[in-house]
């Protein structure tokens, strides 16, 4: 049984870092085909090279959502353990 069910407070939330660390990961990519642009010969590399690019940010929208959700959950998990603190200490300090 965890604290959670115990206390009647909502899952933990999953960390940001791998979302976080996946949008790095995609600009990054990015960045390096930009930096490769002398190495295009003719239109078909440019086109290949833009299309990755456009891939690997075009979802960075949704992605950074994604990351907001998260923190929204865990900020409202955070209050939730805030509350039940509160709760005790107004009982452990007697002033219930």
Known sequence: M???HIF??????????PMINSIQSDIKKALYALKGYERW???DELK???EDIEYRLGSLDSELED??????AIRAWGQEWKDICKQHETIILGEE
Do not use: F, H, W, Y
Not at 9 to 17: A, F, G, K, R
Not at 67 to 72: G, T
């Open 2 to 4: 965890t604290s959670e």
């Open 8 to 17: 009647g407070v909502s899952i933990q939330p999953p960390d940001t870092c």
């Open 41 to 43: 010969e003719d239109i």
């Open 48 to 50: 290949s090279a833009l």
């Open 67 to 72: 990351v907001r959700k998260n923190v929204e």
